[in-house]
């Protein structure tokens, strides 16, 4: 194990933001820390950055226990939400930042090569003398990610790195970010609040809510095993009944008399197609892909089983 | 509605309705008479005659206070930068007890008038003062500790106030890079701080070359700078040689305001959410040490001060409080020490609300958001004109009512207003800058919601505008007060013998060393000086219980 957690208590003039926290990341890994805001997910990252000091426990790395060991003097690399370029400087300079520093300084050829590939690597190259002001905000975060690779980091601590882009950038970035990480070998540390950012980039998951690691594992194994109904929400399944926990448009329409009972409510486009809308009494609406079946009237009484592929059990 | 403008549709008309008082007041009392002075100076009789003027510039006194004005004022700006800058870093991004007490305290010079503090380097470094060993009374060390004195406040107030919103998580993520604290300091944090220093150093600067009351309360003749030298002439009616030399001040103010303009950014983009200050850790011991040092420095002179008005020969008495309500003591006294601060009060009053009202419009005027090119420029040659009075002399604008506002035709000597108006002219930057970044904060869109609700243009002032701003606005107003209730140079030239305000009172007593009796004027001036300090000290502590986040780039 890389990076051990082991018992970390953080508080802000005594009150708690992340109470008994333990957790572990293997060397090469990337995990992924989800929580609502607020949960204290982010004091867990500045704490292992160095930037919060521990009311208890101990952060280790490689065996060597960190307590008293500066942010600057860890070799970990910190990427926020906004980037944080630093705005006097172009794009090359944020990029060589760390390459510039005492103790690693090189050849400024040198330099200059290992900027343009990291560049490369994230998709900028030509971008070298732009200033960050004149960047969008997908480009800065791709300048944040170079800079933060460019001291080859021990550990990459990303903070919400994806979240202030919209949509669909934040699907294509998510994909790069976790073939950068890849190729790369980075141990990473990701903090999120979106489910589908943490699947996207992590190999392995802790659930965060008030102060406490409440779980933690593989993805595969987190995804398949909520602990309780609130950490099967946070992994965006929307509907827990007796033990199971089903993904929102998870359903298909039974054709014997097993699964729930509803009333069909119309069908609905959607943008993954036309579903659905089955009424069933105590657990709400259930949204059903019709995948080509011709769809219930309105009123007509319809049956439901949850498909197996969005189905988790607590 | 196209655009992120305002809703309003006559743009023009508003523009010049809001910057037509303002307008008129800055050209008659402002221009006006400094444009008489320079004119006077440069064009005795009716023709241009530059030889007299170059003739001044040639003379080697003329030398001697230019250089003396340029390395006193380039030394006290060095000097308060490297005591403020830390400063500013401790009171403004550290959570230490006394902190809050602190930042009140570094605030009060800003506004202690000149002749306060003139006479506190007098107490502390005077015969019989606690530093007097250092031998600086009358030297120009004395004249530039007065001067770091006065502008380690501006330092702090407007550094401090870009500190305390920067946002920590460029400096954690250099830290995280591995940049050491020093490293960070000096790649991260300083260049990001580039602009403030910029404009601070520049007005620091600005400040340090125009000091009048304390050069003049400790330089006497001896060490004269520009301004004092501008007053020196015209007390001996040299007219070109003061015009001459008024006219290199105002070039040079307004080179740098040029200066100062530019380095503002044109459209304020940066994010200013303030920052939570947290707690001491050993790296930041150096930063408080250097606070500490500037507390005492600000503390020592003023205790200094407050002793020696206790004192006559040695021993301590209220004697020197007593002969300040008896006129027939000395000759400098014309009024009871109450009256004149009867006096000051007054026109601190009505210099309020003028450099309020003045000061409002202007600010109106400024951060309205400019549609076009044409209409931006004229927004920003505004707000530079409306800056002006923050470095022209105060002497020269004194001097040059006199020979034109207070003559016939306008005649307006008498007039009660006249000292007030002046003065509100000399407070109207401080309150624009006030003013300014907050109502710049606003976002505009909260405007246009409003007016999209259906709410009048004034309605809209009223539910947006008015809630953040009323408590700068009370802030402003303090300051205003303040400065007008120290206001020295101006002053000097334009208050009725008979009717002297208290800074005016204290100037007197120090000019006039005399001695009546058991009874010094110096020890009178300390006394009566200590009575303007309390009365500007508790404005001030008033003021920074507003809570006014800072104040502002000037």
């Given at each position: 194990?890389?990076?051990?957690?082991?018992?970390?208590?953080?508080?802000?003039?005594?009150v708690?933001?992340?109470?008994?926290a333990?957790?572990?990341?293997?060397?090469?890994?990337?995990?992924?820390?989800?929580?609502?805001s607020?949960?204290?997910?982010s004091?867990l990252?500045?704490?292992v950055?160095?930037l919060?000091?521990?009311?208890?426990?101990t952060?280790t790395?490689?065996?060597?226990?960190l307590?008293?060991?500066?942010?600057?003097?860890?070799?970990?690399?910190?990427?926020?939400?906004?980037g944080?370029?630093f705005g006097h400087?172009?794009?090359?300079?944020?990029v060589?930042?760390?390459?510039r520093?005492?103790?690693?300084?090189?050849?400024?050829?040198?330099?200059?090569?290992?900027?343009?590939?990291l560049?490369?690597?994230?998709?900028?190259?030509?971008?070298?003398?732009?200033?960050?002001?004149?960047l969008?905000g997908?480009e800065?975060?791709?300048?944040?990610?170079?800079?933060?690779?460019?001291?080859?980091?021990?550990?990459?601590?990303?903070d919400?790195?994806?979240?202030?882009l919209?949509?669909?950038?934040?699907e294509?970035l998510?994909?790069?970010v976790?073939?950068?990480?890849?190729?790369?070998?980075?141990?990473?540390?990701?903090v999120?609040?979106?489910?589908?950012?943490?699947?996207?980039?992590?190999?392995?998951?802790?659930?965060?809510r008030?102060?406490?690691?409440?779980?933690?594992?593989?993805?595969a194994?987190v995804?398949?095993?909520p602990?309780?109904e609130?950490?099967?929400?946070?992994?965006?399944?929307?509907?827990?009944?007796?033990?199971r926990?089903?993904?929102?448009?998870?359903?298909?329409?039974?054709?014997?008399?097993?699964?729930?009972?509803?009333?069909?409510?119309g069908?609905?486009?959607?943008?993954v197609?036309?579903?659905?809308?089955?009424v069933?009494?105590?657990?709400?609406?259930?949204?059903?892909?019709?995948?080509?079946?011709?769809?219930p009237?309105?009123?007509?009484?319809?049956?439901?089983?949850?498909?197996?592929?969005?189905?988790?059990?607590? | 509605?196209?655009g992120?403008?305002?809703?309003?549709a006559?743009?023009?008309?508003?523009?010049?309705?809001?910057a037509?008082?303002p307008?008129?007041?800055?050209?008659?009392?402002?221009?006006?008479?400094?444009g008489?002075?320079l004119?006077?100076g440069?064009?005795?009789?009716?023709?241009?005659?530059?030889?007299?003027a170059?003739?001044?510039?040639?003379?080697?006194?003329t030398?001697?206070v230019?250089w003396?004005?340029l390395?006193?004022?380039?030394?006290?700006?060095?000097?308060?930068?490297?005591?403020?800058?830390?400063?500013?870093?401790?009171l403004?991004?550290?959570?230490?007890?006394?902190?809050?007490?602190?930042?009140?305290?570094?605030?009060?010079?800003?506004?202690?008038?000149?002749?306060?503090?003139?006479a506190a380097?007098?107490a502390?470094?005077?015969?019989?003062?606690?530093?007097?060993?250092?031998?600086?009374d009358?030297?120009?060390a004395?004249?530039?500790?007065?001067?770091?004195f006065?502008?380690?406040?501006?330092?702090v107030?407007v550094v401090g106030?870009a500190?305390a919103s920067?946002?920590?998580?460029?400096?954690?993520?250099?830290a995280?890079?591995g940049?050491?604290p020093?490293?960070?300091?000096?790649?991260?944090?300083?260049?990001?701080?580039?602009?403030?220093?910029?404009?601070?150093?520049?007005?620091?600067?600005?400040?340090?070359?125009?000091?009048?009351?304390?050069?003049?309360?400790?330089?006497g003749?001896?060490?004269?700078?520009v301004?004092?030298e501008?007053?020196?002439?015209t007390?001996?009616?040299?007219?070109?040689?003061a015009?001459?030399?008024?006219?290199?001040?105002?070039?040079?103010?307004?080179?740098?305001?040029?200066?100062?303009?530019?380095?503002?950014?044109?459209?304020?983009t940066v994010d200013r959410?303030?920052?939570?200050?947290?707690?001491?850790?050993?790296g930041?011991?150096?930063a408080?040490?250097?606070?500490?040092?500037?507390?005492a420095g600000?503390?020592?002179?003023?205790?200094?001060?407050?002793?020696?008005?206790?004192?006559?020969?040695?021993?301590?008495?209220?004697?020197?409080?007593r002969?300040?309500?008896?006129?027939?003591v000395s000759?400098?006294?014309?009024v009871?020490?109450t009256e004149a601060?009867?006096?000051?009060l007054?026109?601190?009053?009505d210099?309020?609300?003028?450099?309020?009202?003045?000061?409002?419009?202007v600010?109106?005027?400024?951060?309205?958001?400019?549609?076009?090119?044409?209409?931006?420029?004229?927004?920003?040659?505004?707000?530079?004109?409306?800056m002006?009075?923050?470095?022209?002399?105060a002497v020269?604008?004194?001097?040059g009512?006199?020979?034109?506002?207070?003559?016939?035709?306008?005649?307006?000597?008498?007039?009660?207003?006249l000292?007030?108006?002046?003065?509100?002219?000399?407070?109207?930057?401080l309150?624009?800058?006030?003013l300014?970044?907050?109502?710049?904060?606003?976002?505009d869109?909260?405007?246009?919601?409003?007016?999209s609700?259906?709410?009048?243009?004034?309605?809209t002032?009223l539910?947006?505008?008015?809630?953040?701003?009323?408590?700068?606005?009370?802030a402003?107003?303090g300051?205003?007060?303040?400065v007008?209730?120290?206001?020295?140079?101006a002053?000097?030239?334009l208050?009725?013998?008979?009717?002297?305000?208290?800074?005016?009172?204290?100037?007197?007593?120090?000019?006039?060393?005399?001695q009546?009796?058991?009874?010094?004027?110096?020890?009178?001036?300390?006394?009566a000086?200590v009575?303007?300090?309390?009365?500007?000290?508790?404005v001030?502590?008033?003021?920074?219980r507003?809570?006014?986040?800072?104040?502002?780039?000037?």
């Amino acid at each position: 194990m890389t990076l051990v957690l082991d018992g970390v208590t953080v508080a802000y003039d005594g009150v708690p933001a992340l109470r008994d926290a333990s957790l572990e990341l293997p060397r090469g890994e990337v995990l992924a820390v989800l929580g609502p805001s607020g949960s204290g997910k982010s004091t867990l990252l500045r704490a292992v950055a160095g930037l919060e000091p521990l009311a208890a426990g101990t952060v280790t790395f490689d065996g060597a226990d960190l307590a008293g060991v500066p942010v600057h003097r860890r070799g970990f690399a910190l990427m926020f939400q906004d980037g944080q370029l630093f705005g006097h400087l172009s794009v090359a300079r944020n990029v060589a930042y760390p390459l510039r520093l005492p103790g690693r300084r090189r050849a400024r050829a040198a330099t200059r090569a290992r900027v343009a590939e990291l560049l490369e690597l994230v998709g900028l190259g030509g971008y070298a003398d732009r200033l960050p002001g004149t960047l969008s905000g997908g480009e800065r975060q791709r300048v944040a990610l170079a800079r933060a690779l460019a001291c080859d980091p021990r550990l990459l601590l990303l903070d919400e790195p994806l979240s202030a882009l919209d949509r669909g950038l934040r699907e294509r970035l998510a994909g790069d970010v976790r073939r950068i990480l890849v190729e790369a070998g980075t141990t990473a540390l990701l903090v999120t609040h979106d489910v589908d950012e943490a699947y996207a980039v992590a190999d392995r998951l802790a659930l965060v809510r008030d102060a406490a690691v409440v779980q933690s594992g593989t993805v595969a194994v987190v995804d398949a095993a909520p602990v309780d109904e609130r950490a099967a929400r946070q992994l965006g399944y929307a509907h827990v009944l007796d033990g199971r926990a089903v993904r929102r448009g998870a359903w298909r329409l039974a054709p014997g008399p097993d699964g729930l009972e509803g009333e069909s409510a119309g069908v609905v486009r959607t943008g993954v197609g036309p579903r659905l809308r089955v009424v069933v009494a105590g657990t709400g609406e259930l949204e059903v892909p019709l995948a080509g079946a011709p769809a219930p009237p309105v009123g007509a009484r319809v049956r439901v089983v949850p498909d197996p592929e969005g189905v988790a059990y607590l | 509605m196209a655009g992120p403008g305002r809703v309003v549709a006559p743009r023009w008309p508003a523009l010049a309705a809001l910057a037509a008082l303002p307008l008129a007041v800055l050209l008659v009392f402002f221009v006006l008479p400094v444009g008489a002075m320079l004119l006077r100076g440069l064009a005795p009789d009716g023709h241009l005659d530059l030889g007299a003027a170059l003739e001044v510039l040639g003379r080697d006194r003329t030398r001697r206070v230019l250089w003396f004005t340029l390395w006193s004022a380039g030394l006290g700006t060095l000097l308060a930068l490297l005591l403020g800058l830390p400063a500013a870093y401790a009171l403004h991004r550290l959570a230490f007890p006394g902190a809050a007490l602190l930042r009140a305290l570094v605030l009060v010079p800003f506004v202690l008038p000149t002749v306060v503090v003139g006479a506190a380097f007098r107490a502390l470094l005077g015969e019989g003062g606690w530093l007097a060993f250092l031998g600086w009374d009358g030297t120009p060390a004395a004249i530039v500790a007065a001067l770091v004195f006065f502008n380690v406040a501006v330092v702090v107030r407007v550094v401090g106030g870009a500190w305390a919103s920067l946002d920590r998580r460029a400096e954690e993520a250099a830290a995280a890079l591995g940049a050491s604290p020093a490293r960070v300091l000096a790649t991260v944090t300083l260049p990001a701080l580039r602009t403030a220093i910029t404009s601070a150093a520049v007005v620091v600067f600005l400040f340090c070359s125009t000091a009048f009351g304390v050069v003049l309360t400790l330089g006497g003749l001896r060490h004269a700078t520009v301004e004092t030298e501008i007053y020196l002439l015209t007390r001996a009616f040299d007219l070109p040689a003061a015009a001459c030399l008024a006219l290199v001040q105002v070039v040079t103010v307004v080179l740098l305001l040029l200066l100062v303009g530019r380095l503002r950014p044109a459209e304020e983009t940066v994010d200013r959410a303030p920052v939570a200050p947290r707690g001491v850790r050993r790296g930041d011991l150096p930063a408080l040490g250097a606070t500490l040092l500037v507390a005492a420095g600000l503390v020592v002179p003023m205790a200094a001060l407050v002793v020696a008005s206790l004192q006559v020969r040695g021993t301590w008495t209220l004697g020197n409080f007593r002969a300040l309500q008896q006129p027939d003591v000395s000759t400098a006294l014309v009024v009871p020490v109450t009256e004149a601060l009867r006096n000051s009060l007054q026109v601190a009053v009505d210099a309020t609300w003028m450099a309020l009202l003045l000061g409002v419009l202007v600010s109106l005027v400024v951060t309205r958001r400019a549609r076009g090119r044409g209409e931006r420029v004229v927004r920003r040659v505004l707000d530079g004109f409306f800056m002006l009075p923050l470095g022209v002399s105060a002497v020269v604008l004194g001097f040059g009512l006199l020979v034109t506002v207070a003559r016939p035709p306008l005649a307006l000597r008498d007039e009660p207003l006249l000292v007030p108006l002046v003065q509100a002219l000399v407070a109207l930057p401080l309150v624009v800058r006030t003013l300014v970044p907050v109502l710049a904060g606003i976002d505009d869109r909260q405007r246009q919601a409003a007016a999209s609700l259906g709410a009048s243009p004034a309605r809209t002032l009223l539910v947006v505008d008015l809630p953040v701003v009323w408590r700068p606005l009370l802030a402003a107003g303090g300051f205003a007060f303040a400065v007008s209730l120290g206001e020295f140079g101006a002053t000097s030239f334009l208050s009725r013998p008979d009717h002297p305000t208290l800074p005016v009172v204290i100037g007197r007593l120090l000019g006039s060393p005399g001695q009546v009796g058991e009874q010094s004027n110096a020890g009178m001036a300390m006394a009566a000086a200590v009575v303007l300090a309390v009365c500007v000290t508790v404005v001030m502590l008033l003021v920074e219980r507003l809570r006014v986040p800072s104040l502002g780039e000037v």
